[in-house]
């Protein structure tokens, strides 16, 4: 099997992840289930998920014929495949907390579900391309439909559709991140404009800059619109148990099976070893943080202090990328080569400075969006519980992850030679909080030096 995996992988064509007008959703999206051997499992995750009812729909599922079709199809099955193993997560775990059980994944879905994962050099779990980015069937790209939940038939979900609350709640979830990756998508194609910027002067460089930092703002209230996609109140109440998949990161998982070993190469190089039969940790649940955009941003923008203010940030942001189909890794390290901050000290040219200062302020007011955003549909629901104890579907503290990243963002400006007006941001509540009471078990002492520079 192994050497069969590794010559279908050596060919794999990556064009299903093309990026062109719609960021990082895929260009050629195709129909769900397409694959005739993978109905019964489609049918029983939208009608009666039970762990036995999921394992009998798996009996006809032949993945060597998969892996011989089109890439859609194989895109298809991996995903339906990651959040069937996300159900059983939840059917033997649903409240979603730590426990002392691993979740225990039956052979004859783990077997396909590795394959596949070592075909796409993926980690075998479901992630948020599985839940998004390539979940979302958009009807209408006109501007008055894109922001509307009924612009979106959700092919796969956790959820079935007797769980009423939750399962309206999970579409409208994933509906509203496919809208602001769709929206972020202007921004990426402006980012590729600049990857050959030798060949740019500088009146371009600034347009172009201008032109990202307008693209990312315009996302804001696509992200602040997603209250209109469902109920912010059933999010916390009804669906993140759903999404937590068994918490997969605190209790392990274990792929039952024979005595044997598969070698998955993830987009790093690295290898995840999955060995039958043993409790395998490491593994983060799915998460808006795994998406492809923001991170290719900081990339293109090099701004490296949104997560390398702290060492298990920076090293939880770099396992979330294990997670992306490959092309977006491989974009994402292209785009580091750009080194687009260093080129701007070295051109000297103010008014470029402040384009770029003005692009790196977008993406902080983006990131302090997303933390008012958590506020309103976690903290506000969960009052009682300290915002340090709160964990994200990834597993992070949220608001250590969010804040941290947020005023790290704002440090990566260019001081120097710099405009004296540089955009101002108001820093969310939370943030402010944390610092001023001196939280520093959740915060340390660097971050709140660095928030306070901010208020410079």
Not at 102 to 114: A, D, Q, T
Not at 300 to 328: C, G, V, W
Request: with cysteine; aromatic share 12%.
């Amino acid at each position: 099997m192994f050497n069969l995996l590794f010559f279908i992988s050596g060919t794999y064509a990556l064009s299903y992840w093309n990026i062109v007008d719609n960021g990082f959703l895929p260009q050629f999206k195709g129909n769900s289930c397409m694959y005739k051997d993978l109905n019964p499992l489609c049918k029983t995750m939208f009608t009666n998920p039970t762990t036995e009812n999921i394992i009998y729909s798996l009996d006809n599922l032949n993945i060597y014929d998969v892996l011989n079709s089109n890439e859609s199809v194989i895109e298809d099955t991996f995903h339906w495949l990651s959040v069937a193993t996300c159900r059983i997560g939840y059917n033997q775990n649903p409240t979603g907390g730590s426990t002392e059980n691993p979740i225990k994944i039956p052979y004859v879905l783990g077997n396909k579900l590795l394959s596949l994962a070592s075909y796409l050099h993926r980690e075998p779990t479901t992630g948020y391309a599985s839940l998004v980015l390539d979940n979302c069937e958009i009807l209408s790209y006109k501007d008055e439909d894109i922001y509307n939940y009924d612009n979106y038939i959700i092919q796969r979900t956790v959820t079935s559709e007797s769980e009423e609350f939750a399962h309206r709640t999970e579409k409208g979830f994933y509906a509203s991140h496919c809208a602001v990756e769709y929206s972020l998508g202007s921004a990426i194609k402006n980012l590729l404009e600049l990857s050959d910027i030798e060949n740019h002067n500088d009146d371009n460089i600034v347009k172009t800059l201008r032109k990202i930092s307008y693209n990312i703002r315009k996302a804001i209230p696509v992200l602040k619109h997603m209250r209109h996609f469902f109920n912010s109140e059933h999010f916390f109440r009804y669906l993140r148990s759903f999404v937590k998949c068994g918490n997969i990161g605190d209790n392990g998982i274990v792929f039952e099976g024979p005595d044997e070993c598969i070698n998955i190469i993830l987009p790093n190089g690295t290898t995840r070893e999955i060995q039958y039969g043993k409790t395998i940790y490491g593994f983060r649940g799915p998460t808006g943080a795994q998406t492809s955009s923001l991170p290719s941003i900081d990339s293109a923008l090099q701004i490296t202090t949104s997560i390398s203010s702290d060492p298990n940030l920076e090293l939880t942001m770099k396992e979330f990328r294990q997670y992306h189909p490959l092309q977006h890794y491989e974009l994402n390290n292209m785009l580091e080569k750009l080194h687009l901050r260093d080129t701007i000290i070295k051109l000297d040219n103010p008014l470029l400075t402040d384009a770029y200062n003005d692009a790196v302020t977008a993406v902080a007011e983006f990131r302090f969006a997303h933390v008012d955003h958590v506020m309103t549909y976690i903290f506000r629901s969960i009052p009682h519980v300290p915002a340090k104890y709160v964990t994200g579907t990834g597993n992070t503290p949220v608001a250590t992850y969010l804040c941290k990243s947020a005023i790290g963002t704002l440090m990566s400006r260019i001081t120097e030679k710099a405009s004296n007006n540089l955009p101002t941001v108001s820093i969310p509540q939370i943030c402010f909080h944390e610092c001023e009471t001196n939280s520093l078990d959740v915060h340390d002492k660097y971050y709140c030096e660095l928030f306070y520079k901010s208020q410079l």
